[in-house]
């Protein structure tokens, strides 16, 4: 399996971030590099599928 690389500074290593971008209303997470910072991925905030499944939950559809 291939190793993931940051294609800025070549490290193997991530982190997710909790970000507020300016002019945005919503949070996001970023994926980034540990070392550099580089960001690789975007994800939202919120895990939609776990905030589906509690809703599905609470209406007993689950
Ligand atoms: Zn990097």
Redesign the pocket.
Known sequence: MAVST?I????HTFEMVEVSPQESKFKLNFIQ?V????VVGVQDFYNIGNFVKNIADKLGIS
């Not at 800025?8 to 490290?11: F, S, V």
């Not at 070392?35 to 580089?38: D, E, K, L, R």
């Open positions: 940051c800025k500074c070549g490290n590099c070392s550099c910072g580089g």
